[in-house]
C-alpha cells in the first residue's frame, strides 16, 4: 500500500492539517470530486435524463464494485442515500406483527435504537437487548437463550459502535441466526472501509453502509447488500416506487428480482458516480492492506494515549480504528483546545448519543480520534506528543 500515493490523491491535506475524523466524515480522494465535478457538467449541458442513459453502463459499475468489497453479487445490492436510509429500508420489508421481538444490543448506533423505541411504541414490539460479557464481547450464550425464550423477528447487531473502537462478534451472531433461521440486520457503517467485510462469513441477510465514513466518498451516499434467501422470498420495503416493481396489472405489481427493489427510483446519479469512483479507490488499494495498516496506527495512538495518562474508554478483545477517550479526571475541554489550535481534525460523542454505554461507563462524554490509510505514524506521534504535553 502506497500510502504517499494515497496522501498525493487528496487535496484536502494541502493546507498541513492533521484529519483524524474518518468516522464521522473522511477526506475524498481527488478522483472522487471531479468525477461528481464532470457528471454535473454533463448534467448542466444536456440535462439529467440524457446523461443517465449516456453513462448507464458506468452507472451499473456501482453494484459491481460494491459487490466486489463485501464479497457479494451486484443483484444482492440497491444504493442508498445513506445508511439510515438503508437501514429503514431494510426494516420496512418485514410485517413485523403486534408482540414480535426484535434483539439487539446496548452498543447499536443512537439512530437504530431510537428507531427500535418508535417501533415498540407504534407496533407495540419487544425490544430486548443481549448482555455483554466481562470483557465486553457479546454473550453469545445469552442470545440464543433469548432466541429459544422469545423466537424473535429479527436479530439486528452494529458491526462497530460509533462511540467506541469495540469491533462486534457479527460472524458468532450470524452463525446462530442461521442454526435458529432469524432474520439478521448488520449496520456496518463504521467497518465498510477501515476493514475487511464480508457477507458470506457474517451470514446476514441485510448490511448497511454509509460513502461518507471509512469509504471517502461523499455525503448523501450509502447501500444495502439483500441476502438472495430474503429477495428469493420477495422482502421489499412497505413503499414501493417503479424502481422496485412492475406495474403488472390495475392492482397488482410485481417485484423485480434484485435488491435494487429496495431503491427509489429519483437519485443523485452525481452522487452516485462519485461514490463508485470511492468504491473502486479502496477495491484498488485492498480492504486487507487498509485494514492491516489501521490496526497498527490506531494501536500505536491508543498505547501513546494510554501511557500518557488518558483514559482509554475502548473496552473489547477486538478493537477498530476509533479510538475514545478522556483526560484523567473526564476532562474534554483541555483536549478539544490543544487539537483544534494544532489543526488537528476529530469529534466528540456526548451521552445522549450513547446513553447505555456511557452510562454503564459513567461518563458524560468522550474526544474520538479514528486514522485512517492517509495518516502516517508521524502524524500519530505528533497528536500523541501534543496531547501529553498538555497533561504537563
Known sequence: MDIYKIRQDIRGLSDGKI?????????MPS???????????????S???????????HLEKFYNETATLINAKPSNIAFATSATEAYAMALSSIIFKEGDTIITTADDYISNQITFI?????LNLN?????NLPDNELDLDDLEILIKKYHPRLVAVTHIPTNSGLIQNVEGVGQLCREYDILYLVDACQSVGQMVVDVEKINCDFLTATGRKFMRG???????????????????????DMRGAKW???DNYELFDSAKRFEHWELSYASLIGFTEALRYANAV???????????????LRNNLQNSGFQIWDIGKNLSSIITFSGPEGDLENIQKVLKENNIFFSTTYKNSALIDFTKKKINGIVRLSPHCFNTEEEIETVSELLKQSLL
Not at 418508535?118 to 407504534?122: A, I, P
Not at 461523499?218 to 430474503?230: H, Q
Request: avoid cysteine; glycine fraction near 6%.
Open 19 to 27: 484529519f483524524l475524523n474518518n468516522a464521522g466524515s473522511s477526506l
Open 118 to 122: 418508535s417501533l415498540q411504541k407504534k
Open 47 to 57: 440535462g439529467g435524463y440524457e446523461v443517465a442513459e449516456k453513462n448507464a453502463d
Open 218 to 240: 461523499p455525503r448523501g451516499t450509502g447501500f444495502l447488500y439483500v441476502s438472495d434467501r430474503v429477495l428469493e422470498k420477495n422482502y421489499a420495503p412497505l413503499l414501493l
Open 248 to 250: 403488472s396489472e390495475f
Open 127 to 131: 425490544i430486548i437487548r443481549m448482555k
Open 286 to 300: 485492498g480492504l486487507d492492506a487498509i485494514e492491516k495498516y489501521n490496526k497498527n496506527l490506531s494501536q500505536k
Open 31 to 45: 478522483v472522487v470530486v471531479d468525477s461528481m465535478v464532470n457528471y454535473l457538467q454533463q448534467e448542466e449541458q
